[in-house]
């Protein structure tokens, strides 16, 4: 159990981590010409706004629009991916690419990974879900 502290310093890291993922959304949208609307068509969500409140920190890309939503900004899937989990879920992201890989700017100049090591990582990743 943790403290209602640590509670609330993990939601205000959380609140942080959205906004910086929306912004990096944001910019990647506008690069790609597209306005908010433009992209939503491209993804196939019904509603425009739903851009705008992930770009504004309000929510974040549901998994299964990665693939589209990584397309319609000209990303590859993979990169685009892999910058989800350091946003979103950041304990995954460090065990599957390592605490170092999150210093990196972007996650495209983190270093490849062994095979061993991305092993070693997995087997860490199953212990901490069977844990629960």
Request: charged content about 30%; cysteine-free; aromatic content about 8%.
């Amino acid at each position: 159990m943790s403290s209602q502290v640590q509670q609330v310093l993990s939601r205000d890291g959380t609140v942080a981590l959205r906004r910086e993922a929306g912004q990096w959304l944001k910019e990647r949208r506008e690069s790609a010409g597209l306005s908010q609307r433009d992209l939503s068509a491209k993804i196939g969500f019904e509603y425009y706004t739903f851009i705008s409140q992930i770009e504004a920190g309000r929510g974040r890309v549901p998994a299964e629009r990665y693939e589209a939503y990584a397309q319609a900004l000209g990303i590859n899937p993979r990169e685009f991916t892999k910058t989800m989990l350091r946003y979103n879920d950041t304990v995954v992201y460090n065990l599957l690419f390592g605490p170092e890989a999150e210093l990196a700017q972007e996650p495209q100049d983190a270093a490849k990974p062994s095979l061993k090591e991305l092993e070693k990582r997995l087997l860490l990743l199953e212990s901490h879900l069977l844990r629960d």
